[in-house]
């Protein structure tokens, strides 16, 4: 548990320090936690984009179930992950067939897909 803990910290930091080189301004929020812990919660109004890299089933629907509302008509959907890990795959058709949603998945490297929110 501990060594989860100094990773988790260890990754926090590195990805805000990769948004230092003129990315952050005062819209940028970092939220520590688990994504069924924070994104439910976040302050997030409107999202023109998402891009999840949750890996897991359960991680990728806690992400779509807490913003995919936010996203604007217009907006993308972007997936790391989706040829290569099942979890996060059948996360994705779960949300589409349980909301109805049949959008045209689009590929980017063989890896990760994309969607238009109409």
């Given at each position: 548990m501990q060594y989860q803990f100094i990773h988790s910290e260890l990754v926090f930091h590195q990805r805000k320090k990769n948004f230092e080189n003129g990315?952050?301004?005062?819209?940028?929020?970092?939220?520590k936690g688990w994504f069924k812990d924070t994104l439910p919660n976040a302050p997030i109004q409107k999202l023109a984009l998402l891009r999840l890299d949750g890996d897991m089933y359960e991680s990728t629907m806690d992400a779509l179930l807490a913003l995919y509302d936010k996203v604007s008509?217009?907006?993308?959907?972007?997936?790391?992950?989706?040829?290569?890990?099942?979890?996060?795959k059948?996360?994705?058709?779960?949300?589409?067939?349980?909301?109805?949603?049949?959008?045209v998945l689009e590929e980017?490297?063989?890896?990760?897909?994309?969607w238009k929110v109409t």
């Open positions: 990315l952050l301004d005062e819209q940028v929020k970092f939220l008509v217009g907006g993308y959907i972007i997936v790391d992950d989706y040829h290569v890990v099942e979890g996060c059948r996360a994705i058709h779960d949300f589409l067939s349980q909301r109805n949603l049949n959008p980017i490297d063989g890896v990760g897909v994309y």
